[in-house]
Nanobody, 118 residues
Framework: QVQLVESGGGLVQPGGSLRLSCAAS????????MRWYRQSPGKERELVAG????????NYAGSAKGRFTISRDNHKNMVYLQMNSLKPDDTAVYYC???????????WGQGTQVTVSS
């Protein structure tokens, strides 16, 4: 059974930082592209950042470039999202996603709430 479990969300002041973590189990982690998405109330889920299976390439939404960094540890089956210079507009539920490069399977975590507010 595949599980993606996010952690690290919370309340932070504008300008602060958070590091989200996603622990994956039940899949061959190194064959999955990992992505972070977010969804705010009343808005569609949007891609924040992605990283290829061996971490050789990353991509970011325009709103995340220069502030967020995605990384992964294939030995620990973990993916991370370091978020700096947080803004109120970053408030959302953040979801971890695994997309199989070979299998084309698509898995989602339950999400972790990030609230940026003074």
């Amino acid at each position: 059974q595949v599980q993606l479990v996010e952690s690290g969300g919370g309340l932070v002041q504008p300008g602060g930082s958070l590091r989200l973590s996603c622990a994956a189990s039940g899949l061959t982690f190194s064959t999955y592209v990992m992505r972070w998405y977010r969804q705010s109330p009343g808005k569609e889920r949007e891609l924040v950042a992605g990283i290829t299976d061996f971490g050789g390439s990353t991509n970011y939404a325009g709103s995340a470039k220069g502030r967020f960094t995605i990384s992964r540890d294939n030995h620990k089956n973990m993916v991370y999202l370091q978020m700096n210079s947080l803004k109120p507009d970053d408030t959302a539920v953040y979801y971890c996603n695994a997309f199989g490069r070979i299998s084309r399977n698509d898995f989602w975590g339950q999400g972790t709430q990030v609230t940026v507010s003074s």
